[in-house]
């Protein structure tokens, strides 16, 4: 009998909302790749904080947008069927979510 786990669910987005979050995900991987090459060039301290703080800033933002989808998505759609598991799911969640 084959194991259930997390890494067996899937969210089907459409081409949209996979362009726009890959687009995302591809600025900030510019803004590290700067961050880094700041590193390279001896950059000032003060200008690389300022940059790994939009770093960090652009993570959470597309972690909250990803976050509202699925709690429209996912998690309104799993209620609907009775799947109460996934309050669990979502506490889990809220819990790496703050620390």
Do not use: P, W
Request: charged content about 35%.
């Amino acid at each position: 009998m084959k194991e259930k786990n997390c890494c067996e669910k899937k969210t089907y987005r459409d081409s949209e909302e996979k362009r726009r979050i890959i687009n995302r995900l591809s600025r900030m991987e510019g803004q590290v790749k700067g961050i880094k090459k700041m590193v390279e060039e001896d950059k000032y301290c003060n200008d690389i904080l300022i940059q790994l703080s939009a770093v960090e800033n652009s993570v959470k933002s597309l972690s909250n947008h990803i976050l509202e989808n699925h709690l429209y998505s996912c998690v309104s759609n799993d209620l609907e069927k009775g799947n109460f598991e996934i309050i669990d799911e979502l506490i889990s969640l809220f819990k790496k979510f703050n620390k």
